[in-house]
């Protein structure tokens, strides 16, 4: 074997070792770095006197980091993907029950309405009691506890994405979470105390009955709004 | 200290490449020599040359192959315009940082 391929060797031989520490990187990443490294080792070795010796050789590679040097750091190569909140997530899921409640324990209602007027009892009805039954065994259970669960798992997402530093995302999930059902109460109540003063207005005054009742909704979106923004700026 | 030290220099160390590429275009080993030539500075190849290759995987700078006067081919970086536009929001960015800095120390 003569010096120049000795000397080709002992190069590849660094670079190898180089190239072996570049996982994570892609292959043209680790292309160029090896590349650059080969026209610094030239370059360097021209500095050195150009001779192409393996005593040169190893004088410029003694200068150089050793290959270990170019191992990537983890936090460089791993691209952290920001994940939805898993809480805010379940408290989405959780939050359609507390309404499907609502909707399933009306049923009955117009069910015994219906019979009523056709003359048959509630509980002879054709397929209105084993399902409805069956829904109620399994959306009453998570319709009670769906106003809890969903805002305090939506106020726990909250200061849980916040506290992420950006690895948790879904701020605006978290959000309905946590506001869905107070503001659905605060509306109730709202409305039940515009009613109460639409409630003492006298007969006959029809415009102004509906003009109030009309603007008791505005009033309510109005203020939904209006907390629905100051906690997004709170939060945000 | 030291590693305060480390770290900062390895967060400008991007900064400081894209401005020299800013300026001309050159090779990885001449930049190094550069950054060297500045007391504040010690860098060595595993720090620049992934960086080098990070900035043109991204976009930031391009490579040109040409051959060397004296010796073999090298490896010329520049800088795109998207490295061009990167290169001057980091520059106003630092002169806010730097008035920031001067601003804090100079409050006592």
């Known amino acids: 074997m003569n010096e120049l391929t000795t000397v080709e060797s002992r190069i590849n031989q660094y670079l190898d070792a180089v190239r072996e520490q570049l996982s994570g990187l892609t292959q043209d990443e680790v292309d160029s770095i090896i ?202 | 200290m030291n590693r305060w030290i480390t770290q900062l220099r390895k967060g400008l160390l991007e900064y400081l490449t894209l401005n020299i590429l800013n300026q001309k275009e050159t090779y990885g080993y001449e930049i190094i020599q550069l950054l060297n030539t500045f007391e504040s500075m010690d860098v060595t190849e595993s720090t620049v040359y992934p960086i080098l290759a990070r900035l043109n995987k991204d976009g930031f700078a391009q490579v040109r192959k040409s051959s060397s006067p004296d010796g073999p081919p090298r490896r010329y970086y520049s800088l795109t315009p998207k490295g061009k536009a990167r290169v001057a929001q980091m520059n106003q960015y630092w002169d806010l940082l730097n008035q920031t800095i001067q601003q804090i120390r100079s409050r006592t």
């Open chain 1, 35 to 236: 590349d650059d490294l080969r026209g610094h080792i030239d370059a360097a070795m021209q500095a050195h006197g150009d001779q192409s010796t393996l005593e040169n050789v190893e004088a410029v590679l003694v200068e150089m980091d050793p290959p270990e040097s170019f191992a990537p750091d983890l936090d460089e190569t791993t691209e952290v993907v920001p994940k939805v909140s898993r809480s805010a997530i379940i408290g989405a899921v959780l939050l359609p029950f507390g309404i499907l409640m609502a909707i399933v324990s009306l049923m009955p209602v117009s069910s015994a309405t219906f019979s009523t007027v056709d003359g048959v009892t509630a509980s002879n009805l054709p397929g209105t009691t084993w399902w409805q039954w069956l829904l109620r065994l399994t959306v009453l259970p998570l319709g009670i506890i769906s106003p809890f669960a969903t805002t305090i798992l939506g106020f726990i997402s909250i200061s849980q994405i916040r506290a992420s530093k950006g690895k948790l995302v879904g701020k605006p999930l978290a959000l309905i979470d946590a506001l869905f059902y107070p503001i659905l109460v605060f509306d109730g109540l709202l409305i039940a105390f515009m009613f109460m003063i639409i409630a003492t207005i006298p007969d006959g005054h029809l415009a102004l009955t509906k003009s109030l009742a009309l603007l008791s909704y505005i009033l309510v979106i109005i203020v939904d709004l209006i907390i629905v923004a100051i906690a997004w700026l709170k939060i945000r």
